[in-house]
């Protein structure tokens, strides 16, 4: 049970009512506020205020220094109070209020969190659409390169053609000529020989070997044929099992990007890191040994092995939700609550291979809430984890268990 302060002081003037909270050294302070309920909550100190009138819970604030907190109230009617808070209310009225204001600032964090997604998806399609307009103009400047090229390199080959054709004509005219005066030659004396009354045995002309000797001059000035090769190409296969038109590209590979890191993370910081084994230095065998000693209900070894692995790597999210499991044993609550916390902002994005994982910690941060006594907040908790595994019997018969508690309908 949360113990209620009694040593708070408040003022107030007609628009305004100031309530100093000595916060006695607690460094995690939760407000929940609306227009007829105010809660302070620092463990295990808590203080509720039902206001006298109603206030104005946009206009009101609340600053934290110096180990104090002091909450700003703006009234709705302009007026001195002659009580800060109405204690007449029994308490199924005070339960009513409280649900209410809950559900008010539940749905005010529902509201931020739904802004603050589409900001962040406005900024990434805007980022993608310059990505993909620069891609464009990249593409075609390379295009336009391409076709200067293939122009550029048409034109050489056109030209080279046609001094091919060119020297292939007068190398045909000079052998033509050549063959002429070759005959013409024979026939001189072939004509002198017969004047002379010889045979025509002593003359001898090998046309076959001329003809061989300009193929080889021939092709010798032919260019080299150009070099044969084959390119490989493989594809990387889908590290996620559901089909790309149903998954969430880029939120899975940054959750790749992000286990990717968490991996290559290790911190050397440590003054007992030269005192320790080789595998103790390994976050995955600290993490196995945790869960070992876990199973045999050794919980403040399973703590131990648990905080040397996070001290070594501050990135993996398992790391974290176990240790709440082991608090939660321990019945150390409200670290239980941090560490599922922390569990869950290091599993983003929200994809389907760390659903598992997120829907546990969920479990473990609302069954913290539910033994200190803070069901609205259990409830939620409990209902996303729902939300992922929506088939899970048991998650159902717990959360409804919490509702009936809420509802004082609980035997």
Not at 42 to 65: M, R, W
Not at 187 to 193: C, E, G, I, L, Q
Not at 255 to 273: H, Y
């Amino acid at each position: 049970m949360p113990l209620l302060v009694t040593d708070h002081s408040w003022t107030q003037t007609e628009s305004m009512v100031f309530i100093s909270v000595p916060l006695k050294g607690a460094k995690k302070v939760d407000i929940v506020s609306s227009d007829e309920y105010l809660k302070v909550h620092f463990p295990p100190f808590l203080l509720e205020v039902f206001p006298s009138e109603l206030v104005d819970d946009e206009q009101s604030s609340a600053k934290i220094g110096n180990g104090v907190a002091v909450i700003s109230l703006t009234k709705r009617t302009n007026k001195l109070w002659e009580h800060l808070s109405i204690s007449t209310y029994d308490k199924e009225t005070k339960r009513e209020v409280r649900e209410r204001a809950l559900s008010k600032m539940q749905e005010k964090l529902a509201a931020e969190a739904k802004n603050r997604s589409e900001k962040k998806h406005n900024e990434k399609k805007y980022t993608l659409k310059k990505m993909m307009n620069i891609e464009s103009e990249e593409r075609e400047i390379i295009q336009k390169m391409k076709d200067e090229e293939r122009e550029r390199t048409t034109a050489e080959l056109e030209a080279w053609q046609l001094k091919e054709s060119k020297k292939t004509e007068e190398e045909a005219r000079l052998k033509l000529q050549s063959q002429s005066n070759q005959l013409s030659k024979v026939r001189a004396v072939k004509h002198k020989s017969e004047s002379d009354g010889s045979g025509g045995s002593k003359v001898i002309f090998d046309q076959t070997s001329v003809s061989e000797a300009e193929r080889k001059k021939k092709q010798v000035d032919l260019p080299a044929p150009r070099v044969a090769g084959n390119i490989q190409v493989s594809f990387t296969p889908r590290v996620f099992p559901t089909a790309l038109r149903e998954s969430r590209v880029e939120e899975e590979e940054e959750w790749l990007k992000k286990q990717a890191e968490a991996r290559r993370v290790v911190s050397a910081d440590i003054e007992e890191l030269n005192d320790l084994r080789e595998e103790e230095r390994n976050p995955d065998w600290l993490k196995e040994k945790g869960n070992k000693c876990f199973a045999a209900g050794n919980y403040l070894s399973a703590l131990n092995a648990y905080n040397l692995a996070i001290r070594l790597n501050r990135k993996i999210p398992a790391l974290y939700s176990n240790r709440a499991a082991c608090h939660l044993k321990l019945r150390n609550f409200h670290k239980a609550i941090e560490d599922s916390s922390q569990a869950l902002e290091l599993l983003t994005p929200a994809i389907s291979a760390n659903a598992a994982a997120r829907a546990r910690a969920h479990v473990r941060r609302g069954s913290a809430f539910c033994q200190l006594e803070l069901y609205a907040e259990g409830l939620q908790d409990y209902q996303t984890a729902l939300k992922i595994d929506p088939s899970n019997e048991a998650l159902q018969v717990d959360t409804q268990k919490i509702r009936d508690i809420i509802q004082g309908s609980a035997e």
